[in-house]
Structure formats: structure tokens, C-alpha cells
Antibody, heavy 116, light 107 residues
Framework: EVQLVESGGGLVQPGGSLRLSCVGS????????MSWVRQAPGKGLEWVANIKDDGSDKNYLDSVKGRFTISRDNAKNSLYLQMNSLRAEDTAVYYC?????????WGQGTLVTVSS | EIVLTQSPGTLSLSPGERATLSCRAS???????LAWYVQKPGQAPRLLIYGASSRATGIPDRFSGSGSGTDFTLTISRLEPEDFALFYCQQYGSSPRSFGQGTKLEI
């Protein structure tokens, strides 16, 4: 059974940093592009970033370029999102999802709240 | 960036009825690379359709997708009580991937 489990969310002040993690199991993690998708409270879905199976290609939403960094450690079946210079508008549930284009498998999400 | 506009914003129907949800793109979606998801409160989205018309694993055949170019449709042939939820379309033909704003299907 495919499972994705996120962690690392929490309350952070504007301008602060946070690192999200996602551990995958039940599939060959190193064979898949992976993505982060977020959802602000009461709002719709927004793709944030994706990364190629070997980590050699990365893509970002314009509004997070230069602030967020997606990475992975295939030996640990893990996906990461380093978030710096956080803004109030980054407040959302962050989901990791398998594949880089459309997503059949999602984690349960981790809530990031940016507030003073 | 491709902007997806879903209509209607809210659709009020009854169990047993047919639902037709629309997703219109601001530019052609390459290769019919369009997906549909359903989301219930407190849950992650669930993939229904990919490639505009291919049902995801385990999705009942009352769900069907159609369309090409800039106009796409999700049809639910006979609504079941569990179908009342929020539906999103998403394009993956170009970057950045983008979602529609959602259609709420309510009883």
C-alpha cells in the first residue's frame, strides 16, 4: 500500500523558516517525480514545487522561487521542502504527492501557520 | 500560466440525478492533460480522472470525463450520497501545474 506521511508543520513568525518532510513507503520512491501541493484554509489547491526522481530537475511556483527549496533523499525514501522568508500568505496545509504531473497518491498534509 | 475556470461554483442536485461540471482553460491544454479530483472536508484530494477521460484506479464508472482543447467536462451519471463534495480540475500540460477554483456539489 502506497503511503506518504508528512511532518514538520507548525506555527512560525513572518520571515521565519520551516522544513517539511515526507516519507514514502509501499512503492519504489526513487522511480517517481514527487511534488508539494498546498491549500490555504478554506481555499483551493495550489501546486508548489516538484522534483525529478533523481533530483536533477526541480520546478517551482513563481511566488515561492528563491524562498522555497525542494529536495529528496532516495536512500531514506524522503522528500523535503525547505521554506525560508515565510509570509502570511504561505499559511496552508502542505501535501506531498507522488508524481510531478497529476497525483493519485497524497499524504494527509501538514499545517503551516505563518503569524506573529 | 493556464487559468482554469470551473462552473458552476455550486451545483445543487439530488441523489439519482446527473451532474455535469465544467472546466474551461484560458489556453489549450496540451495532449488533453487534464485531471479531476474530489475532496471531502478534512481529507486530501482523491484523483478521479486523468488524461481528460481515463478513470483512476477504483473509481466507479458513473464518473466520466470528456473534452479537449480548452473545454472539459466531468459527468456523474447517477449521484450517490457520497458524491456530494468539492471537485477540482487540474491541468498538467504546461508549467506551472494549475487548478480550477472548484465546484461544490451539494444536496
Amino acid at each position: 500500500e502506497v503511503q506518504l506521511v508528512e511532518s514538520g508543520g507548525g506555527l512560525v513568525q513572518p520571515g521565519g523558516s520551516l522544513r517539511l518532510s515526507c516519507v514514502g513507503s509501499g512503492f519504489t520512491f526513487s522511480s517517481y517525480w514527487m511534488s508539494w501541493v498546498r491549500q490555504a484554509p478554506g481555499k483551493g489547491l495550489e501546486w508548489v514545487a516538484n522534483i525529478k526522481d533523481d533530483g536533477s530537475d526541480k520546478n517551482y511556483l513563481d511566488s515561492v522561487k528563491g524562498r522555497f527549496t525542494i529536495s529528496r533523499d532516495n536512500a531514506k525514501n524522503s522528500l523535503y521542502l525547505q521554506m525560508n522568508s515565510l509570509r502570511a500568505e504561505d499559511t496552508a496545509v502542505y501535501y506531498c504527492a507522488r508524481r510531478g504531473d497529476y497525483w493519485a497518491f497524497w499524504g494527509q498534509g501538514t499545517l503551516v501557520t505563518v503569524s506573529s | 500560466e493556464i487559468v482554469l475556470t470551473q462552473s458552476p461554483g455550486t451545483l445543487s442536485l439530488s441523489p439519482g440525478e446527473r451532474a455535469t461540471l465544467s472546466c474551461r482553460a484560458s489556453q489549450t491544454v496540451n495532449n488533453r492533460y487534464l485531471a479531476w479530483y474530489v475532496q471531502k472536508p478534512g481529507q486530501a484530494p482523491r484523483l478521479l480522472i486523468y488524461g481528460a477521460s481515463s478513470r483512476a484506479t477504483g473509481i466507479p464508472d458513473r464518473f466520466s470525463g470528456s473534452g479537449s482543447g480548452t473545454d472539459f467536462t466531468l459527468t456523474i451519471s447517477r449521484l450517490e450520497p457520497e458524491d456530494f463534495a468539492l471537485f477540482y480540475c487540474q491541468q498538467y500540460g504546461s508549467s506551472p501545474r494549475s487548478f480550477g477554483q472548484g465546484t461544490k456539489l451539494e444536496i
